[in-house]
């Protein structure tokens, strides 16, 4: 089967919906400027919530940090 006929309708289809994201706020009429809004906040809030939180579990600045205050202290280990 040959699908080379729904090339073109798949790329106008494309760009009336990347410009209905991220125009139709400012061009579009009331019904459909707010849905154009709302689209756009769903597909980033998506986006943002496929990439993983990365928390550190470790102050990166501990060993450093206990080394200044061994220093202040005169020598002696920090007490816990």
């Known amino acids: 089967m040959n699908f080379s006929y729904l090339k073109p ?3 106008v289809s494309s760009v009336l ?5 991220f125009l139709g706020d400012r061009v579009l009429p009331e019904p459909l400027g707010p849905a154009s809004a709302q689209t756009r906040v769903t597909l ?3 986006f943002v919530g496929l990439i993983p939180r990365w ?3 470790t102050n990166p ?3 450093t ?3 200044i205050e061994t ?5 002696k280990a920090p007490q816990p």
């Open 9 to 11: 309708w798949l790329i």
């Open 44 to 46: 980033n809030n998506l």
């Open 55 to 57: 928390e550190r579990k």
């Open 61 to 63: 600045y501990g060993r």
């Open 71 to 75: 220093e202040e202290s005169g020598g």
């Open 65 to 67: 940090e206990e080394a």
């Open 17 to 21: 919906f990347l410009a209905f994201v």
